[in-house]
């Protein structure tokens, strides 16, 4: 090259963080301690560093909890029953049978449980 400048090559993989944790810091306990901390950290969806290291600078954990309203489970659950049952039909159907009387009860009943699973999250979000 003329310009006397030399291309850098990009090494790749992930950049380097601006302030890397890179110093240790060794805590000697008792296995029991050992044990309790490793279940309050697993409780709070932690791992056990992050979960020492917030407990020591902030004096406490806040766990934040992820649960979903008991209405949303139940509309989930069935919402889930009612797709493995469609898919079954559908991979029938799509394999070329046809369907007996049985199945197209079944596929109708479901029909009717889609309508009344929208209707109720309709009125719910109303």
Excluded: W
């Excluded at 309050?40 to 020492?52: I, R």
Aim: charged fraction near 25%; include cysteine.
């Amino acid at each position: 090259m003329d310009s006397g400048k030399e291309l850098k090559k990009s090494k790749g993989g992930r950049p380097k963080k601006t302030s890397p944790r890179n110093h240790q810091l060794g805590v000697l306990c008792t296995y029991l301690e050992r044990q309790a901390i490793e279940f309050k950290a697993k409780q709070a969806g932690l791992a056990v560093s992050v979960y020492l290291r917030q407990l020591a600078i902030k004096g406490q954990v806040v766990i934040a909890q992820k649960t979903l309203p008991k209405d949303v489970l139940l509309v989930t659950g069935n919402l889930n029953h009612i797709a493995a049952n469609l898919n079954q039909l559908a991979r029938k159907k799509n394999s070329g049978e046809d369907l007996n009387d049985a199945e197209k009860k079944l596929l109708l009943s479901l029909c009717e449980e889609v309508k009344l699973v929208a209707l109720l999250l309709k009125n719910k979000l109303q």
